[in-house]
C-alpha cells in the first residue's frame, strides 16, 4: 500500500483526538522545562490553623486526612466487583494510593518540613497516573491503559524522588512533580471532552475534577479562609475536597465496569442461536 500524502492526512484525521493528547502533553512537558528550576518554598509549611488538641500539633490539619484513608479502604472493599483483571490492577493502585495519601499527608502535618513533605507527595502521583491509566483505558484504548500504568507509576515515584534529590542538593526543582500532578487532570478533562463515553461515568469524573479545583482553592486561601472561620482552615477543607474527588472516582470506575459487564453480557446473548 503507497502511503500518500493524501492518505496520510486521512489517517491523521482520523486519530486527531490522540494527535491533539500527544501535542497537549509534549507542550505541558516543555512549557515545565522552559521554566527556571522551582525549588520548594519554606513558608509553605506555615499553615494557618496550628491549633493542638488531645496532644496532636496542628490536629485539624492531621486529622482531616482520615476521609483518604476511609475512602480508599471504601474503594478496595469494591474490587471484587470489578472484572478484567487490567481495570482490578489499576483500580487497587488507585485505591491503595489514596489510603497512603491520607496516612503521608498526616504524618507530614504531624511535623511540616521539606524532609516530611516527601511522604506526603509520593503517594500522590502513584494515585493520579492510576486513574489517568484508567480513564485512558475507558476512552482511548483498553491496550494502552494497560500498557502505560507502570511506567507511568514509576515515573511519578521518580518525579517525587528527583525533587527529593535537588532539594539535598540544594537546588530544589519541583518542575517534574509539577508535571505529573497537573498534566494528567488536564488530560483527563481533555478526554472527557473529546472522547465519547461507553457508559455514565462522565458526571463522577467531572465531579473529581470538579472537587480537585475546589481543593487547589481552599489550600490557596488557606489563611483567608481561616481567618474568615475560625473553625476551620483552607487546607482543612481542601484534604475533605480531595477525599471527595477520591470517591467520585470510585464510583466512576465502578460504572466503567457495570458497562463493560453489560457489552460482555449482550455480546455473549448474541452469540447464542436458538435451535431450529
Known amino acids: 500500500m503507497k502511503y500518500s500524502g493524501k492518505n496520510i492526512m486521512r489517517m491523521c484525521g482520523k486519530n486527531w483526538r490522540g494527535w491533539l493528547l500527544v501535542a497537549v502533553t509534549v507542550g505541558g ?14 513558608a509553605y509549611h506555615a499553615f494557618a490553623d496550628r491549633r493542638t488538641l488531645f496532644g496532636i500539633p ?3 490539619n492531621v486529622f482531616s486526612n482520615l476521609p483518604f484513608v476511609l475512602v480508599g479502604a471504601f474503594g478496595l472493599s469494591k474490587l471484587s466487583r470489578l472484572g478484567p483483571a487490567s481495570l482490578r490492577s489499576a483500580y487497587a493502585v488507585f485505591c491503595i494510593g489514596a489510603i497512603f495519601v491520607g ?11 521539606t524532609q516530611t513533605l516527601v511522604w506526603d507527595r509520593l503517594p500522590m502521583p502513584v494515585a493520579f497516573m492510576a486513574l489517568f491509566a484508567m480513564i485512558v483505558r475507558d476512552r482511548v484504548s483498553e491496550q494502552l491503559g494497560r500498557v502505560i500504568l507502570w ?3 514509576i515515573a511519578g515515584v521518580t518525579s517525587v524522588g528527583y525533587w527529593n534529590w535537588t532539594e ?7 518542575r517534574a512533580y509539577a508535571v505529573v500532578q497537573f498534566l494528567p487532570m488536564l488530560l483527563i478533562s481533555l478526554m472527557l471532552l473529546i472522547y465519547r463515553s461507553k457508559d455514565h461515568s462522565a458526571p463522577w469524573l467531572w465531579g473529581t475534577f470538579g472537587f480537585y479545583l475546589l481543593a487547589k482553592v481552599t489550600e490557596h486561601f488557606d489563611v483567608a479562609i481561616y481567618d474568615a472561620l475560625v473553625v476551620v482552615s483552607g487546607h482543612s477543607i481542601k484534604h475533605v475536597l480531595g477525599s471527595l474527588a477520591v470517591l467520585c472516582a470510585v464510583f466512576a470506575v465502578l460504572r ?5 459487564r453489560t457489552q460482555h453480557k449482550l455480546g455473549a446473548d448474541s452469540e447464542v442461536s436458538p435451535q431450529s
Open 58 to 60: 496542628n490536629f485539624w
Open 168 to 174: 539535598l542538593q540544594g537546588r530544589g526543582d519541583l
Open 103 to 113: 496516612f503521608g499527608s498526616a504524618y507530614y502535618h504531624y511535623a511540616p518540613s
Open 256 to 260: 466503567f465496569n457495570d458497562s463493560e
Open 29 to 42: 512537558v516543555v512549557t515545565a522545562f522552559l521554566f527556571e528550576a522551582i525549588p520548594q518554598d519554606p
Open 151 to 153: 511506567p507511568l507509576v
